[in-house]
């Protein structure tokens, strides 16, 4: 398998990494010299990965292609690439449409959409994918779970949703930071709390159909600790923040670039 990364940030670097840490054997990995500091590292630290000079070069030596460019640049970028009607396109840009990308890597025709995360390099990560075939669902069964999302307004709103990543690691922030004040030590405040937000997940990860309100009931134990914080998050109105966020964040895939 021929795998070829037209960019190489932080969420390309993840894929390459969790890729080649997998059990994926006989895979050979091509990367292009956008961000030459990701790519050089990425090419010392395993043998079969290759840091080529041009991103033409990656195409035509690669089978599967993954997109991984910053959206304003992404039509630029693939206007001047040369793709064959054999070519597997996986795209990672957040705001490219189904029908624009298709438009860009004429003539190929398998064409999906993916969101991995950062956490793919742990190979414990959920993969949302539009329009995949049975080859990238396997590949991506290696870097996680993927699951299939029925049209592009549903992957939209799940993309959006992964713009709360950086607000709920500040939370566990400013929760330890608080925990700190009143004297726990730092490193116990900061292992509690990323190891009690993780357990409850877990818990709920193991339930075959997820109903938070029952989980909510569970937790909020009248007149207990649970049931006070969560009283007065939604006197504050602050629950309802998020949703208010949410539609910010889907507004922008709704935007011409």
Known sequence: MKLGFIGTGKIASAVVKGICTSTLKDVDVNLSPRNEE???KLAK????????????????????IFISVLPDH???????????????????????????????????RRIS????????????????????????????????QPFVVDN?????????????????LNMLQNLSDWA??????????????????HSISFSAQQIKHIDFDELVKDAATPNGLNEQALREIYEKGAHETYKIIADNLLKRFMIDL
């Open 152 to 168: 592009e307004n549903q992957l939209h709103t799940i993309w959006a949703l992964t713009g709360f990543i950086a607000p709920f």
């Open 74 to 108: 992404a039509r630029e970028i693939l206007n001047n690439l040369k793709f064959r009607d054999t070519h597997t396109v996986i795209s990672f840009v957040p705001l490219l449409r189904f029908s624009e990308l298709a438009d860009a890597v004429k003539p190929t």
């Open 45 to 64: 630290a395993f043998a079969n990965v290759k840091r080529l000079e041009k991103n033409q070069l990656v195409l035509d030596k690669s089978d599967i």
């Open 180 to 197: 700190v004040s009143k004297g726990v030590k730092e490193e116990i405040a900061n292992k509690y709390i990323v190891d009690m937000f």
């Open 113 to 144: 959409r993916a969101i991995p995360l950062p956490a793919v390099v742990n190979h414990n990560c959920p993969v949302p994918v539009f329009n995949a075939d049975e080859t990238v669902i396997k590949l991506f069964k290696y870097l996680g």
């Open 38 to 40: 990701n790519s050089k």
